[in-house]
């Protein structure tokens, strides 16, 4: 891609990224059908590079026309892994009730490391392992999903998973997240991001255009607000796609010969102290999805979004950044190197 992208605006976008807005002028399909199709070709081969990755730790196969749908990040509650298990078990319930018209096949990987003595984190990534192993092993289900938990995520699978990514997971609870900076590198990369108004999505946002951005959630004062009233088992009573989600989590069908493991995860998403308010953003999250879903089946449209991204991420440069370090705060005096 980095290939591709200089074969267009020159190479001086590596050392000074503000140049990468110049990609901007190519994004539109119809009058650049042969860098739309190379930059689609560029995308299949990273993609191709990530599912041997995960055919190798996991042992899943991830077909490469599915949607890559990821969220590698440390396991912490308030980056919320958990409503994007919730989101997985909602499309494997559309699937069993054969709700799958303008279905979009969909490849999930979640990967993160937890703090050894960090009982939840270390229960949601045993969640993530044992939805898996149903979803993967069901017929019923075949290429319309898969999903994936990668161990020892770190720096050098990063270097394959950012360039391999259709859509990026960025769903904190909003005012939880401090910036992030997994979001930028899948930017830049051409993902799409699903997410929240929190951290840095709320620049990224900024910079690319809420057409480009699939946008769900509370903002931070909704946060505070629903937390007097905060109800989620009057949310999960009154939301029918939720309600099976939860019968089939609660029913034991994902921990079956491990009866009872995963009854504090769903106490506390259930629990009206819930900081994380992981059900609140059900339904929002839900319908981002959904939209999330059929743009990608629309490849023109996705590519257009997809170029957008990568020509709008030049402001998330560290160069950029110490600048505007040293103009407002540092005022330093740059030095002559000779
Ligand atoms: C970028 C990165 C992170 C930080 O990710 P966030 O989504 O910002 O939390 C953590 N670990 C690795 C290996 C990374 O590459």
Redesign the pocket.
Known sequence: MTKLISSKIGDEWIADLSKIKQLKAYANGSNNKDFHARWQAAKTTNKRKLAELVKEECGVDFPLDSMFDVQ???IHEY?RQLLNVLHIIHLYNRIRRGDTADWTNRCVLIG?KAAPGYFMAKRTIKLINNVAEIINSDPEVGNKLKLAFLPN???S??ELIAPATDLSE?ISTAGKEA?????M?FMMNGALTIGTYDGANIEMLDAVGVDNFFLFGLKVDEVEQMKTHYDPQSMIAADEDLKAVFHLLESGHFNIEEPGIFNQIIAAMKDPHDPWMTVADFRSYIEAQQHAASAYRDRQHWTRMSITNTACSGFFSTDRTMQDYNNDIWKLNPMDLG
Do not use: F
């Not at 910036?179 to 979001?183: P, R």
């Open positions: 590698v990040k440390r980056k993160g995520y770190r720096v699978s990063m960025q910036s992030g900076t997994g979001n590198k």
